[in-house]
């Protein structure tokens, strides 16, 4: 009798040990679901806060950008010059004279000499640029979710709430 009253003992303390582990489990499993309800929630506000306005994200563009090219430039360029020259000399110079032979005459010269010319210089150069660019800014993208995705979404979170409360009955 000694060992059917320790059998007796063994399968209480078993059966208590069921019993505590399921408490256990049934306890974990409704915080479980208490976190899953609060999450469905969340996300259902959310996205319906998404049908109001549009999502706006940043992109964020942090690049450098390499310019190798040759830039040509041909032109005519044309310099109009207008000037008064004054000359104001004396050009001496020799005369063969028959009878007195050669003689130094000395020669005033004075006189106004208009310059009027346009002058035409062609230009063809050709500069190399050589550089990197660094091009670092944010771009603030508006994305407007379609109605129908959301209602869609929403839609099947409410049939889902449905379905953990038909579930939990």
Do not use: C
Not at 49 to 59: G, N
Not at 78 to 101: A, C, H, K, Q
Not at 143 to 155: F, H
């Amino acid at each position: 009798m000694k060992w059917i009253h320790g059998w007796r003992v063994l399968i209480s303390v078993l059966v208590l040990a069921s019993l505590a582990g399921n408490v256990f489990l049934i306890r974990t499993l409704m915080g479980a679901q208490k976190t899953l309800n609060q999450a469905r929630d969340t996300a259902r506000d959310a996205l319906l806060s998404l049908e109001s306005e549009p999502m706006v994200i940043s992109v964020a563009i942090d690049e450098e950008i390499p310019i190798r090219t040759t830039v040509s430039f041909s032109d005519t360029l044309r310099v109009p010059f207008e000037l008064d020259y004054t000359l104001s000399t004396v050009v001496n110079t020799y005369i063969n004279i028959p009878i007195l032979g050669r003689q130094s005459v000395a020669v005033p010269v004075n006189a106004v000499i208009p310059i009027s010319e346009t002058f035409e210089i062609p230009i063809a150069v050709s500069v190399p640029v050589s550089m990197t660019y660094p091009l670092e800014l944010d771009i603030p993208v508006a994305v407007e979710i379609p109605v129908e995705m959301i209602t869609g979404w929403v839609t099947y979170l409410d049939a889902l709430d449905l379905g953990l409360q038909r579930d939990a009955r």
